[in-house]
């Protein structure tokens, strides 16, 4: 591994890349840059932060916690002077996706870490994992992925790049370390009471895996990696892993009575209190998915971030395959998806500069356009909704949650009364932002609603705050005048959020 870093002259933005794993146990960062397809490890920073540790019963994050990640993450920031915005990814996993107050951590963290952070959901967290491992080392049949964290595990069964299964569960080293072996105590009992609830979150989704099958288990990241450098270290194995080596370590444990006082090679004073909860989920993991044998892979979630960010950088965006995916499965009318994107896509390029969108925003609205129409299977009234919950549930990869929440929020309201008290608030996007967009969705679906390709005029539009000039021409206006009203009621219903639309003309054609 080379720890050279970039220079602090910025870095070509097509070259260097860097991704940041906001874990429950660590923080981790991986500078990286592409050079013929392949990418090439530069550089790397972990800090233990325990995250997981700070979270209580009641699902919220301390004060300590929060503190703990705000300094590594301005010692990250420090790093990553050079970088543009769009070379950094920056991912957040388990605690920050159950933390009550994470809006609370994400907030604070803007002042001392100029980079988004997107809090992920389990499944495409674990999508990532896979992702990491395929690409890291090639295999060519089906394989099942392991990755214990801090506070959940993911697993994963793929073949090739492809995952087949993605899960994640509610288990991790540090939750289980403080509900299990809390001072660091060891005792069989305590064994026997963690792997049996690692079983139980995990019956959910045996029958499932076991009949997907596999061909090799692979575990990932540190838990994993210190359990086969202690198995080795002492001699049970030279390299792979099997239940008997697992069980002979615990019954070493067992015997140790503490972790304080564990001297064993390969594991380190950072790792003593949480190999115990580590050992006890693999073990629940061998038992019931009745895995043979598990090698170690030193890539993970960072490694499948990076590679999905260079997959960007070429155009091949996975989100596009969950869109399509989607519009296939709920029977969209293509058509209509085209014409209601065609027409908010162009009245987005009109008004971009002077509402300060990006390319994101373009992307994410023209989404919201080709989805919108996904409930129409369940029922024609309130399509807003049903449409909406579909895509606030749905398993969408390459989305993070917030993205996901915010076309779910532009379908919810794409048509008839907007309530602003019901749009979230997100950490990713500002409220204007979010209001520019849906007014955008709204009339293009309003202007699409005959579902005709040759009734539009030529649009021309003019952004201000909160404002909005839409011209259509009085001549065009006074042949429509159902739509002419509609646009009437529109105004009406965008003043109540405090926006303007402006519609020259339309007023002599629908008087007061």
């Known amino acids: ?91 957040a996993t388990y605690t920050l996706r159950r933390a009550r107050n994470s809006a609370t951590f994400l907030r604070r963290a803007k002042a001392v870490f100029p980079f988004p952070i997107e809090v992920i959901s389990g499944q495409e967290e674990a999508r990532f994992i896979y992702q990491g491992v395929a690409h890291f080392e090639h295999f060519s049949g089906r394989r099942l992925v392991i990755d214990i964290g801090g506070g959940s595990t993911e697993f994963a069964i793929g073949e090739g790049v492809q995952p087949l ?43 499932s895996f076991k009949a997907a099958g596999w061909q090799q288990a692979v575990g990932t990241s540190g838990t994993v990696k210190t359990i086969r450098d202690i198995i080795v270290g002492m001699g049970l194995s030279s390299n792979a892993l099997e239940l008997p080596h697992l069980l002979a370590l615990k019954e070493h444990l067992v015997q140790q009575e503490n972790s304080y006082q564990l001297d064993l090679p390969g594991l380190t004073d950072d790792r003593k209190l949480l190999i115990c909860s580590g050992l006890a989920i693999l073990i629940a993991a061998f038992n019931l998915l009745q895995i043979e044998q598990l090698v170690y892979i030193d890539a993970a979630l960072r490694e499948g971030v990076l590679y999905e960010m260079s997959d960007r950088l070429q155009h091949l965006d996975i989100r596009e395959h969950s869109v399509a995916s989607l519009q296939r499965r709920y029977d969209v009318d293509m058509a209509q998806a085209e014409r209601v994107s065609q027409t908010a896509l162009l009245l987005f390029s009109q008004v971009r500069s002077q509402w300060q969108l990006t390319d994101e925003d373009a992307m994410l609205l023209g989404w919201a356009a080709t989805l919108y129409e996904v409930g129409l299977h369940i029922n024609s009234s309130g399509v807003q909704k049903h449409s909406a919950y579909i895509l606030q549930n749905a398993n969408l990869p390459g ?104 519609c020259p003309g339309l007023v002599d054609v629908v008087p007061g």
């Not at 720890?3 to 500078?31: C, E, T, W």
């Not at 963690?194 to 959910?204: D, G, T, V």
């Not at 379908?411 to 209001?435: G, M, N, T, W």
Request: glycine residues 4%; contains cysteine.
């Open 1 to 91: 591994m080379n720890d050279n870093q970039p220079s602090k002259d910025r870095p070509d933005d097509h070259a260097y890349m860097a991704a940041v794993d906001l874990g429950s146990n660590s923080f981790h960062m991986v500078i990286a840059r592409v050079i013929d397809g392949d990418i090439q490890l530069l550089h790397r920073e972990k800090q233990k932060v325990q995250l997981a540790e700070g979270l209580n019963e009641q699902l919220v994050l301390s004060e300590e916690a929060i503190e703990r990640g705000l300094s590594v993450l301005a010692q990250f920031a420090d790093t990553l002077i050079p970088f543009a915005p769009q070379s950094v990814r920056v991912i």
């Open 165 to 207: 299964r993605l899960s994640s569960r509610n288990m991790g080293c540090v939750s289980y370390a403080l509900q299990h072996f809390a001072q660091g105590r060891i005792s069989d009992k305590r064994f026997s009471r963690a792997i049996l609830q690692a079983e139980q979150e995990l019956e959910p989704i045996v029958s």
């Open 399 to 502: 989305f993070n949650q917030e993205q996901q929440q915010l076309i779910a929020t532009l379908v919810r309201f794409h048509r008839r009364k907007i309530r602003a008290d019901e749009i979230p608030a997100f950490s990713l996007y500002q409220l204007p932002q979010v209001v520019c967009l849906l007014v955008l969705l709204r009339l293009a679906v309003l202007l699409n609603q005959k579902r005709r390709d040759d009734l539009l005029p030529e649009l021309q539009a003019e952004g201000g705050s909160q404002y909005l000039q839409l011209k259509l021409g009085a001549d065009w206006l006074a042949q429509q005048s159902l739509l002419a009203a509609d646009l009437m009621l529109e105004q009406k219903s965008l003043k109540k959020i405090a926006f303007v639309l402006d």
